[in-house]
């Protein structure tokens, strides 16, 4: 497994750079893989004197400052939006849960919204957003994780139910905030947080998203074995050395922090954390030392991919990248229900 | 190692389930839990292995409070198969048994070479080695079942805890897990159905009848028509085999005993 994992590994990360190059590639103005990579090293300190400036100044604008922070950013999106799901499916035991069911998302578009056009902690400068954003995010997910506990353990029907609750009620509160707002095109923000882009990508907001990511990433991988333990069940994990209620709140704490920045900076998107590990468990099985790593890389080249299809589908206009991504996720989802060699969690 | 149980009590919403009930268990002492459904023995077993918090009373693993111990560390001296096995997800048998390994590792460490052998070791020992890449899911009730112990011997700890360890087992297995649990010398206690079972394996016997410990003492103190009149409500005729030495019982059902109160 090892070795097969390090080949897959390596493989998608291939995929995930040729990927992100082809992405920067497309556009109304395409540019060749040539010039992408030139651009992208010419701006690294060490090389930058070995490399010729051969290229217009509204081919590096193209390159560098618009194309390249957005890809980026999907990138660590998608990444981010897998691991917290596969985190949180561990947490609840159940297959069907991702930031976005759970009300996670909508949480922290409260959280952004209410900072966006309130101007709610705007002490904290620029980080009043990301604050804000994963104040949100916890808020809901306590808030379902406490409506859905029946005498001290986690009712698989009524996660669902109460993350629906606490996500229409969520939703409807910044839907409210944005159409209160005297602002010009509230409705065009209204889309932008239910359905998500990436339009807003620019090389100041990545920064957050991305140290955030990398921490939570790092955390979660180690806790691989608890991860594991915490899928097979409270008594195995109790069993097995894993003080179950610290390590909860230390998931809810991670996956909240990371689902929060990135809302805070891409609106909801919706299908990513919960089908990319789906498809990476039938791959690799539901060891954590595999389902982490690899539900990062393929989440992220997902993202890059439906991010550059929004750009590029109906040019000029662009579209809501959550259309794309329930247009690919919900039939492969059908698709997976239907097959039978398939566990989602249910048990014989 | 020793582990202990101080007048626990404990409460599902009003119902009391278990009422100061007591029991030890010495260093390598095979002790068994019989009674009845309901009586209370899963839940003391719970209690004894921290998924059930007392209401009062405590547990001592080791002479030490169990709630004063992390939960590593208590994962390192106690090894449970409980009941359930109820694993939604895919793991292979490989997998499963590694977890054992868990309470002895660090955030950073990986699997060595020594960890492999004793999960090596653990499903040769339960006879499963040859599903070790088997999907779990795909196993049978008895092959899970040598899983779940084949996990809690690659947790080499002091102490074992089973909750009807022969459960969904053939008849060859069962006494194939018994006796590989008895060779392996440890402190242990196991909730038993099957009394004949009981009485090869136990040192030490434990009855509990609606959550209260009515009984104790060596299989053959314990398992008296009497008792199992009062404790099971039938009829038993109790023998000592030739071969084992060991308490047989044979349940003589009540047409029969009805049968002989009339003749006589």
Redesign the interface.
């Known amino acids: 497994m090892n070795k097969k994992f390090m080949l897959l590994s390596m493989t998608l990360f291939l995929v995930l750079i040729i990927s992100m190059t082809i992405a920067i590639m497309v556009g109304s103005v395409s540019v060749t893989p040539f010039y992408v990579w030139k651009v992208i090293l010419s701006k690294i300190p060490i090389i930058q004197n070995s490399i010729e400036e051969d290229w217009s100044r509204s081919q590096e604008i193209i390159i560098w400052q618009i194309r390249a922070p957005r890809v980026l950013l999907a990138a660590i999106v998608g990444a981010g939006l897998a691991i917290a799901g596969a985190a949180i499916q561990a947490l609840v035991?159940n297959?069907i849960a991702e930031p976005y069911i759970l009300g996670i998302s909508s949480g922290a578009t409260v959280g952004a919204t209410a900072v966006i056009i309130l101007g709610a902690f705007s002490f904290l400068g620029v980080y009043a957003l990301s604050v804000s954003a994963f104040l949100g995010s916890l808020t809901a997910m306590g808030l379902v994780f406490f409506l859905s506990r029946v005498g001290g353990r986690i009712s698989v029907f009524r996660l669902l139910l109460s993350g629906m609750a606490v996500s229409f009620i969520l939703s409807a509160i910044s839907n409210f905030i944005l159409m209160m707002s005297k602002q010009e095109g509230g409705m065009k923000a209204v889309m932008f947080w239910m359905l998500g882009s990436l339009a807003g990508a620019k090389w100041s907001n990545l920064l957050i998203p991305i140290i955030i990511f990398i921490v939570v990433f790092a955390l979660l991988w180690?806790?691989y074995?608890?991860l594991?333990?915490l899928?097979?069940?409270?008594?195995?994990a109790?069993?097995?050395?894993?003080?179950?209620q610290q390590f909860r709140i230390q998931l809810i704490l991670l996956v909240s922090l990371l689902t929060g920045v990135i809302v805070a900076v891409s609106g909801s998107i919706g299908f990513v954390g919960l089908i990319i590990p789906h498809i990476v468990?039938l791959i690799v099985?539901?060891?954590h030392k595999y389902v982490i790593p690899i539900s990062a890389l393929l989440g992220g080249i997902f993202l890059v991919w439906a991010d550059a299809l929004a750009r590029i589908l109906i040019a000029p206009e662009e579209m809501p990248i959550g259309i794309i991504t329930a247009f690919c996720g919900g039939p492969f989802f059908i698709w997976l229900l239907r097959s039978n060699n398939y566990?989602f969690?249910?048990?014989? | 190692m020793t582990l202990e149980a101080k007048q626990v009590s404990f409460s599902i919403s009003d119902a009391r389930i278990l009422h100061e009930v007591s029991i030890r268990i010495k260093d390598k002492q095979f002790v068994g839990l019989i009674g009845p459904n309901g009586s209370g023995k899963s839940t003391l077993l719970k209690n004894m292995y921290r998924l059930l918090k007392p209401e009062s009373g405590t547990v001592l693993l080791n002479e030490q409070d169990i709630l004063k111990q992390s939960s590593k560390s208590i994962a390192r001296n106690l090894a449970v198969v409980s009941q359930e096995t109820p694993v939604l997800f895919d793991f292979t048998v490989h997998d499963l048994v590694s977890m054992g390994r868990t309470p002895h590792k660090k955030l950073l460490e990986l699997d060595q070479e020594r960890d492999f052998q004793i999960v090596k070791d653990a499903l040769n020992q339960t006879g499963i080695a040859h599903l070790e890449k088997r999907s779990f899911s795909s196993l049978s009730g008895g092959e899970k079942k040598r899983v779940m112990v084949a996990r809690a011997l690659a947790q080499q700890a002091q102490v074992l805890i089973l909750d009807e360890p022969t459960n969904h087992l053939d008849i060859q297995h069962q006494l194939q897990l018994m006796d590989l649990i008895q060779t392996l010398h440890l402190t242990v206690v196991a909730a038993i159905h099957d009394l004949n079972i009981a009485a090869m394996y136990c040192d030490q016997i434990y009855v509990l009848k609606q959550g209260r410990i009515v009984c104790f003492g060596t299989p053959v103190e314990v398992l008296t028509p009497a008792l199992l009149q009062d404790v099971f409500g039938v009829y038993a005729d109790i023998q000592t085999h030739p071969l084992t030495g060991k308490p047989y019982l044979m349940y003589i059902p009540e047409q029969f005993t009805k049968q002989a109160l009339e003749t006589t």
């Open positions: 035991r297959s180690l806790h074995r608890s594991n333990l899928l097979l069940g409270e008594e195995a109790v069993t097995l050395g894993v003080n179950l468990r099985g539901s060891n566990s969690g249910e048990g014989d």
